[in-house]
């Protein structure tokens, strides 16, 4: 089933932890890639420093003050496309980053893999045919961490658990 908008206009970091175990599905005129969702992280709000809206709305961070479920892809090191899923109410910041995927362990591997570029930016995941998120009902666990790479941030922010990664399939 492919997630609506109703499962993204939640508070972040509940849908951080869900979205893990979910399936990224990207359509090409050639070809249908599946990926399983194993690690995402939780950015939220202007307080968070380590959240791209920390210093407030630019013209690169608008896309995080749109609705759920709009995509926000930008360029990191000026070389790997990362991909976000804005979470939560209107005018209020925050976004879940697909960190990894079942065998690609990366942001920058996962959007090369789906093609995903900053075309894709401002996108609505939920409305989109060639580019959405589904739940075919696989359970896991799922552990939190610190997240990662976010050097520049609050001693605060950096140890925040919002990291969500599998652990395991569930058993039933």
């Not at 492919?2 to 599905?25: A, I, Q, Y």
Request: net charge neutral.
């Amino acid at each position: 089933m492919k997630l609506p908008f109703s499962f993204f206009n939640r508070p972040c970091l509940e849908v951080s932890r869900d979205l893990v175990g979910k399936v990224l599905v990207r359509k090409t005129a050639d070809t249908e890639i599946r990926l399983r969702i194993t690690q995402t992280e939780s950015y939220i709000g202007e307080e968070d420093t380590a959240c791209h809206a920390h210093k407030g709305r630019t013209k690169r961070t608008e896309v995080m003050y749109m609705k759920a479920g709009t995509v926000y892809v930008y360029l990191c090191y000026g070389m790997h496309w990362l991909l976000n899923i804005v979470t939560g109410e209107e005018e209020k910041p925050e976004a879940v980053l697909i960190r990894a995927c079942e065998n690609y362990e990366g942001p920058a591997k996962l959007t090369k893999k789906l093609e995903i570029t900053g075309e894709f930016n401002r996108k609505d995941i939920t409305a989109c045919e060639d580019f959405y998120i589904e739940d075919d009902g696989f359970k896991c666990h799922v552990v939190t961490d610190k997240r990662v790479g976010i050097g520049y941030a609050s001693k605060e922010d950096q140890d925040k658990p919002w990291r969500f990664i599998i652990k395991n399939k569930a058993s039933d």
